[in-house]
């Protein structure tokens, strides 16, 4: 079993960046496909990002192209997303995930964190 905790949230301002960061423990992370998702007040959780296990494929949300990054160090056992240009609608709590394959549908994820609060002012 794998343990993922997310950090790097806060409230930055419309237009800014931000990098989150996913540390796991318990087994590598180098097993798993990791990715990002996201949930907003009243809305339901979403795919935002993920990663293959080796870093050669990564897919995005249509909201978040272009100005999302997702990537992975195995050695540090940590996932990463850039975030910038922020807009006031990516606000909402910021979930890393661990899935033996890659999936969008959060029903199908193997692993999640707490989240971390991600606030976007205009």
């Known amino acids: 079993q794998v343990q993922v905790v997310e950090s790097g949230g806060g409230l930055v301002q419309a237009g800014g960046s931000l990098r989150l960061s996913c540390a796991a423990s318990?087994?590598?992370?180098?097993?798993?496909?990791m990715g990002w998702f996201r949930q907003a007040p009243g809305k339901e959780r979403e795919f935002v990002a993920h990663?293959?296990?080796?870093?050669?494929?990564?897919a995005y949300a249509d909201s978040v192209k272009g100005r999302f990054t997702i990537s992975r160090d195995n050695a540090k056992n940590t996932v990463y997303l850039q975030m910038n240009s922020l807009k006031p609608e990516d606000t909402a709590v910021y979930y890393c995930?661990?899935?033996?394959?890659?999936?969008?549908?959060?029903?199908?994820?193997?692993?999640w964190g707490q989240g971390t609060q991600v606030t976007v002012s205009s």
């Open positions: 995930t661990a899935n033996m394959v890659l999936v969008r549908t959060p029903a199908n994820i193997d692993y």
């Open positions: 990663i293959s296990v080796t870093g050669a494929y990564s």
């Open positions: 318990g087994r590598t992370i180098s097993n798993y496909a």
